[in-house]
């Protein structure tokens, strides 16, 4: 821990950052996350949270049971979390960074501890999609009702007043006022560059509130990356080209085997019409064949009658064929 004493220092700016009276409202055993910017072209050597009130500092990357300072370089900024706040925590507080021997405060703040806040957020973290929508929504106690409501952001200290302001070609902050208890930022349109910390402002009391904006997500697999484009048709063409041949040999054989029944039925019957004629038409391997002659001529002499009798043993087997002729006389 280091001990340093200093003055007091002021901020200029608008009225939500103006002046040494913008006040960080927290409820009574919450948290709060504090911001802490340096310049990204000549990063300091040290980097401070540095407590007026209690006359000490922590430096970055210090964690303790209720208080942690964590250095963000990618974003050129450190972050400040006090947690389980009391009224003891009350007090000035400075962001502080040394550079080249030099010390400089960055950002100065009063944190003041209430049981119900004079101004909080619904959310102290959202996030949304490129192109997406958010809506943050801001309370303020009965005191600031007739307070300027703002909307800030804290690295370049841009604020946004009630009513619609256009902040690029595609992206937009809107803040309504319901004149009693809160009011409701929609920022439209989102950009990558959003992201950031902003503070809900009314008068000079505040609270932080961070957005982060991811890349917006491909519609239906489309990219806006041509190379990834033909990377896709490249994996998805032979896919597709066995798949319709799939599908084609499924109804192929669907096809036959709603056939095939049918076909064996048909099949079915020529073999039994087939085996109908060879019984009726095909001869027996060896036949047994009487003769026998008659003569059909009237006798004049029952004397000369002549009788024949056809003794049936042995009897032909079965399928043998009998001939009778009648021969003329």
Same mark, same amino acid.
């Given at each position: 821990?280091?001990?340093?004493?200093?003055?007091?220092?002021?901020?200029?700016?608008?009225?939500?950052?103006?002046?040494?009276?913008?006040?960080?409202?927290?409820?009574?055993?919450?948290?709060?996350?504090?911001?802490?910017?340096?310049?990204?072209?000549?990063?300091?050597?040290?980097?401070?949270?540095?407590?007026?009130?209690?006359?000490?500092?922590?430096?970055?990357?210090?964690?303790?049971?209720?208080?942690?300072?964590?250095?963000?370089?990618?974003? !050129?900024? $450190? =972050? @400040?979390? +006090?947690?389980? %706040?009391?009224?003891?925590?009350? &007090?000035? /507080? #400075? *962001?502080?960074?040394?550079?080249?021997?030099?010390?400089?405060?960055?950002?100065?703040?009063?944190?003041?501890?209430?049981?119900?806040?004079?101004?909080?957020?619904?959310?102290?973290?959202?996030?949304?999609?490129?192109?997406?929508?958010?809506?943050?929504?801001?309370?303020?106690?009965?005191?600031?009702?007739?307070?300027?409501?703002?909307?800030?952001?804290?690295?370049?200290?841009?604020?946004?007043?009630?009513?619609?302001?256009?902040?690029?070609?595609?992206?937009?902050?809107?803040?309504?006022?319901?004149?009693? !208890?809160? $009011? =409701? @930022?929609? +920022?439209?349109? %989102?950009?990558?560059?959003?992201? &950031?910390? /902003? #503070? *809900?402002?009314?008068?000079?009391?505040?609270?932080?509130?961070?957005?982060?904006?991811?890349?917006?997500?491909?519609?239906?697999?489309?990219?806006?990356?041509?190379?990834?484009?033909?990377?896709?048709?490249?994996?998805?063409?032979?896919?597709?080209?066995?798949?319709?041949?799939?599908?084609?040999?499924?109804?192929?054989?669907?096809?036959?085997?709603?056939?095939?029944?049918?076909?064996?039925?048909?099949?079915?019957?020529?073999?039994?019409?087939?085996?109908?004629?060879?019984?009726?038409?095909?001869?027996?391997?060896?036949?047994?064949?009487?003769?026998?002659?008659?003569?059909?001529?009237?006798?004049?002499?029952?004397?000369?009658?002549?009788?024949?009798?056809?003794?049936?043993?042995?009897?032909?087997?079965?399928?043998?064929?009998?001939?009778?002729?009648?021969?003329?006389?």
């Amino acid at each position: 821990m280091i001990y340093i004493s200093v003055g007091f220092w002021l901020i200029l700016g608008v009225e939500c950052f103006g002046g040494s009276n913008h006040i960080v409202t927290i409820k009574t055993g919450g948290s709060v996350t504090i911001p802490c910017h340096y310049d990204e072209k000549n990063p300091p050597q040290k980097k401070y949270w540095f407590s007026v009130t209690d006359n000490y500092s922590i430096s970055i990357n210090t964690t303790e049971e209720n208080l942690s300072v964590i250095d963000h370089p990618d974003q !050129s900024l $450190f =972050t @400040v979390t +006090m947690r389980n %706040l009391q009224n003891k925590h009350n &007090g000035e /507080y #400075y *962001c502080s960074v040394e550079t080249e021997g030099n010390l400089n405060f960055t950002y100065e703040l009063y944190l003041s501890v209430q049981p119900a806040p004079d101004v909080s957020v619904m959310n102290s973290s959202v996030s949304g999609h490129e192109g997406d929508n958010i809506s943050v929504q801001c309370f303020y106690s009965s005191g600031y009702q007739n307070k300027s409501k703002q909307w800030c952001r804290y690295k370049d200290k841009d604020c946004y007043t009630v009513g619609r302001t256009e902040t690029s070609q595609n992206s937009s902050v809107q803040i309504s006022d319901d004149g009693r !208890s809160s $009011f =409701t @930022v929609l +920022m439209t349109g %989102l950009r990558l560059s959003d992201s &950031g910390w /902003y #503070y *809900c402002c009314a008068g000079e009391a505040l609270n932080p509130v961070q957005l982060t904006v991811t890349e917006a997500e491909p519609v239906n697999g489309a990219t806006d990356n041509p190379k990834d484009s033909n990377k896709g048709l490249t994996v998805w063409l032979p896919v597709s080209a066995a798949l319709l041949l799939l599908l084609i040999l499924v109804g192929v054989f669907t096809w036959r085997l709603k056939r095939r029944p049918k076909q064996d039925k048909h099949q079915n019957r020529e073999r039994n019409d087939s085996r109908t004629v060879d019984a009726i038409y095909s001869k027996p391997e060896e036949e047994t064949v009487i003769y026998n002659t008659i003569n059909d001529e009237c006798p004049t002499d029952p004397k000369d009658v002549t009788y024949s009798i056809i003794d049936d043993t042995p009897k032909p087997p079965v399928g043998g064929t009998i001939y009778s002729t009648v021969a003329p006389h």
